[in-house]
C-alpha cells in the first residue's frame, strides 16, 4: 500500500480514484474548501485522520477507517459505500452513512441525524449514538451493546437483531418486518406502531401506549413500566412478568400478566384473551373474568 502521513488535504476531489492507499494523521480541511476527497477509491486504510470537509467517501469499496473523527462540519461522510469497517472513531457529520453495504462498526460515538439509512449488511457492535430517523429503511442488521438516544429510530427496517441494547427514542421500530429484540431497554412513547413480526425478548419497556396496530407480535417474559394503553388492533401473544398499567382492545392472541390496573374493551372486533393472575377477560362484554388459567 502506498502510505500518506502527517498531510492536509483541501483541494477538490483531492484522491480521487486512488486504490490501495494508507492514510496516517492526515487532515481534510482548507481554505479551498474541497469536496469528495476519497470519491471512487477501492482498498482504502484511514488511521488517525480528520476530516472537515463534505462528502470525503462516496462510491468506495474496501474502506477501512480506525481511530479518526469525522466533525460537525463533515456532512454526508460515506455514502454508496460497500465493504466498509469503522472502528473507534467519532461519526459526528449529518448523514453520515446512506445507501451502503457490508459495513461493520464498532467503538464508535455516532452523533448524526439522518444515520444510516438504506443501508444493507450492517454489524454494529458496542456503540453510543445520537440520532434522528437512524437506520430507517436499513434491512439485515445485527446490533449488540448500542446505546442509542433520538426520535423516529429503526423504521422501516427488516430482518434484524438487537441484543444487550438500550434505547431512549420516540417511535421506534414503526412499520419494521421481522426484528427480534432480547435483552434490552426500551423507553420511549408509542413503540413499534404498525410492525409486522416483531419479538420483544426479556426486554424492559418504558412509555406510553407501546405497541399498537402491530401484528404477529410476541412479547417474551418482558417487564413493563408506565405503559398505558397497550396493545390496541395488534396481533400479540405477550408473557409480560410486571403489573401493565392498561390494555385497550387487543384484536387477538394472548395476553399474560400478573396484574392490569384498566382492561378497556369497547371494540366488538378486539377477541384477544387477557390473562390476570390465572383469570381471563376474552370478550368486549366481559364485566367479570372466566375462571381459566394461563397456558405458560
Known sequence: MKLI?????????????????????CTFDGPADGESALK???????????FH?????????????????????????????NRVEIKNSKLHGIKALRECSDVAISGCDICSAEFGWSVRNLQMHHCTAESEYFLMRSENMRLSHVRLKGKYSFQYIKNAVFEDCEFDTKDA???????????SVIKGEYLGWYSNGLTLDHCKIIGTQPLCYCKNLTLLDCEMSG????????????????????IKNPLSGTICAPSVSEII???????GKIIVDKAVFDSPT????????CAQ
Open 53 to 81: 470537509l463534505r462528502y470525503p467517501f462516496w462510491h468506495d469499496s474496501g474502506l477501512k477507517v480506525n481511530g479518526s473523527e469525522l466533525t460537525p462540519l463533515c456532512r454526508a461522510a460515506l455514502w454508496y459505500d
Open 5 to 25: 502521513q502527517n498531510q492536509t488535504f483541501d483541494a477538490e476531489r483531492a484522491l480521487y480514484g486512488e486504490k490501495e492507499l494508507h492514510l496516517n494523521n
Open 265 to 271: 374493551m369497547d371494540d366488538e372486533n378486539a377477541r
Open 286 to 293: 366481559a364485566k367479570s373474568p372466566s375462571p381459566q388459567c
Open 227 to 246: 405503559t398505558d394503553l397497550c396493545f390496541e388492533k395488534s396481533q400479540v401473544n405477550a408473557t409480560i412478568k410486571t403489573p401493565v398499567d392498561s
Open 40 to 50: 471512487e477509491c477501492e482498498n482504502i486504510q484511514v488511521e488517525n485522520c480528520r
Open 173 to 183: 421500530f414503526w412499520h419494521a418486518e421481522n426484528v427480534t429484540v432480547k435483552n
